[in-house]
Every structure is written in structure tokens, then in C-alpha cells.
């Protein structure tokens, strides 16, 4: 379930962004919102997680502690196909449901946790 949300939030951001791209600011190395200290839930972590063990990306925290563990030297997101919801979404949250795809995002997480015995309401440090 939870790849599946993943593909309607980038199919619908694409979608928007097609019509038009001018609603969309962001460039490649600008990463003004890859900011530190964001936290993710436990499915979010886990899919980070398997990304890191199947790519050739190497983990190496920022040395900017107000910035994303994930930033490469480009300031380039290194975990960008596996990246959480709330960097998908920013800067769209006028073309998207928020509040629908958060707490659809947390009962995926809960249905997850519940069925392999972990806590549904733990977060994780994305520097974690």
C-alpha cells in the first residue's frame, strides 16, 4: 500500500506539474527545504532503508547539522526514489490534500507496525 501511495502522489505532482510547470520553484542543487532533523515513520525509515541496501548510495551525514543526512556534496538528494512523503509533497501542498495523505500515510504505517509487533506511533531521525 504504502508504494502505491508513493506512485499516486508522483503520478499526481507530475500531472499538475505537465499543466504547469510554473507552480513548481525547485531546481536540481537548490535544497533550501532539505532541512535537518525531519523524522519519518517506521515504513518510511524501512523503505529508506531497503533503498540504501540495494543502490550504491553510501550513507555519510552531512557535516551541516541544519541540512538533510542525505545531501551529497552536490546538494543533491541521494535517496531521491526512496525519499519520504513530506519531501515529495513540498511545495505542493495547494495542489494536493494534505490532511487525506498524511492520515492515509499514518494507518498505512499503523497497519504495518501491527502486523510485524512494532510500535505504530514511533518516529525515526532521518540522521538515524
Partial sequence: MYKKLLQKIDQHIEKVHRRNPRAFV??????DCCVGGISVWRIEYENIREYLKLSTVSFHPSAKKDKCPFLNDEDLCSIYPARPIV????????????????????????????ELGFDPTERFKLSR
Wanted: charged fraction near 15%; hydrophobic fraction near 45%; charge should be positive.
Fill in 87 to 114: 519531501c515529495r509533497l513540498w511545495g505542493a501542498p495547494d495542489i494536493i490534500n494534505l490532511d487525506l495523505v498524511l492520515s492515509t500515510l499514518a494507518a498505512i504505517n499503523h497497519v504495518y507496525c501491527k
Fill in 26 to 31: 525547485c531546481k536540481s542543487g537548490c535544497a
